[in-house]
């Protein structure tokens, strides 16, 4: 996942190690993705295409 958001958006993913099988997705700080409130692992195809989404509202 972290090539596919390098090759996407040009920027390398930091990586903070926790338990409990939690995998969340954050933008400067703000939670795009949650696999504790979801209870799945996101699909990269679909989360590049709403971080895309969501930066292209942002302006």
Do not use: C, N, W
């Not at 939690?22 to 979801?38: A, E, M, N, R, W």
């Not at 799945?40 to 989404?53: C, M, V």
């Amino acid at each position: 996942m972290a090539a596919g958001l390098r090759e996407a958006f040009g920027v390398d993913a930091e990586l903070i190690s926790g338990g409990g099988g939690i995998f969340d997705v954050k933008v400067d700080g703000d939670l795009v993705y949650s696999k504790h409130q979801t209870g799945e692992f996101p699909d990269e195809a679909g989360l590049i295409g709403e971080l895309a989404e969501a930066r292209h509202a942002a302006g």
